[in-house]
């Protein structure tokens, strides 16, 4: 019986220690706060999170649905041309993707930024230029 004890305890102990190093960790209930390291799917929460700065920095927007002119945000003000660094957290599925137009009324070139992903920096190219978004399957 004793020996079924430890051998119980020891493969227990091995299971919280396997699952704390699979499982990641969010320090902070805020999205904006969460490390880059963070799966798509523990993160998945039907936004497109944008910040101004290049690591998630700085002022950030989220939008569940398509913007067509970053100027007038509520909530979080002007992120037309400021825009440094995104994460698509939206979910899987159709128009899971976010296309993102160097002008406001989703007109212009365009980038594409696939579900789960998440750019530190924009594209070449794209830092400070993005005006408008929309949802689509276009990756």
């Known amino acids: 019986m004793r020996k079924t ?3 119980l305890a020891a493969a227990a ?20 706060s969460a490390p880059a390291s963070v799966s ?7 936004y497109v999170h944008v910040w101004e700065h ?3 920095g700085g002022a950030t927007c989220r939008w569940s649905g398509d913007d067509s002119d970053y100027r007038f945000n509520t909530g979080c003000g002007d992120m037309n041309d400021k825009v440094s660094s995104a994460r698509n957290s939206g979910y899987s599925g159709s128009y899971e993707d976010v296309l993102f137009y160097e002008n ?6 365009f980038v594409c930024l696939p579900n789960g992903a998440y750019w530190e920096s924009m594209p070449d190219g794209w830092n400070d230029r993005v005006s408008s978004h929309s949802w689509g399957s276009a990756c």
Do not use: I
């Open 104 to 109: 406001t009324e989703r007109r212009g070139s």
């Open 13 to 32: 102990l091995a299971l919280t220690a396997a699952l704390a190093a699979t499982t990641p960790s969010v320090a902070s209930s805020s999205v904006s």
């Open 5 to 7: 004890k430890t051998v």
């Open 40 to 46: 798509a799917a523990v993160m998945a929460d039907g």
């Open 54 to 56: 290049t690591g998630a």
